[in-house]
């Protein structure tokens, strides 16, 4: 097929289905280089067209706890005492670069959680 820049989303639609469909295709292979050319096309499309809002790293942090079933004080020894940790929680106190970096860590989280949230 011959593609083109993707301009709608039937066309995105199109392009993601045969994206899917090539994606164990053999690198070198004519399946493997229309594969290379869609992801391209994909990804230029999202890039203007898909935007995925910003994320609360606070909010991050307290699904986090609530998944692995921890209690602020299970973070005392990353972000500090109670009162740092109950500061934090509430969004009385901004996280600072250390503390991101400790709980980045801890939760194995992307660094794009923190980002424009330390002080």
Same mark, same amino acid.
């Not at 989303?9 to 994606?23: C, D, G, N, P, S």
């Given at each position: 097929?011959n ?5 709608t ?6 392009? !993601?289905?045969?994206?899917?469909? %090539? ?11 229309e594969?290379?050319? %869609?992801? !391209?096309?994909v990804?230029?499309?999202? *890039? ?15 699904l986090?706890?609530?998944e692995? $079933?921890l ?8 972000? $500090?005492?109670k $009162?740092? !940790?109950?500061?934090?929680l509430? $969004?009385?106190r901004? %996280? ?5 970096q ?6 194995? %989280?992307?660094? *794009?959680?923190?980002?424009?949230h330390?002080?």
């Amino acid at each position: 097929m011959n593609w083109k820049v993707i301009k709608t989303k039937a066309q995105y639609k199109k392009a !993601v289905t045969r994206t899917i469909e %090539l994606f164990n295709a053999s690198s070198g292979s004519p399946e493997g280089d229309e594969l290379d050319l %869609l992801l !391209v096309l994909v990804k230029d499309y999202e *890039d203007k067209h898909i935007f995925l809002p910003e994320l609360d790293p606070i909010d991050v942090i307290k699904l986090k706890m609530e998944e692995r $079933g921890l209690k602020a004080k299970d973070l005392e020894p990353i972000i $500090g005492t109670k $009162g740092h !940790v109950s500061s934090i929680l509430s $969004g009385r106190r901004e %996280l600072t670069l250390k503390m991101a970096q400790k709980l980045k860590d801890f939760f194995q %989280l992307p660094s *794009d959680v923190f980002m424009h949230h330390t002080a």
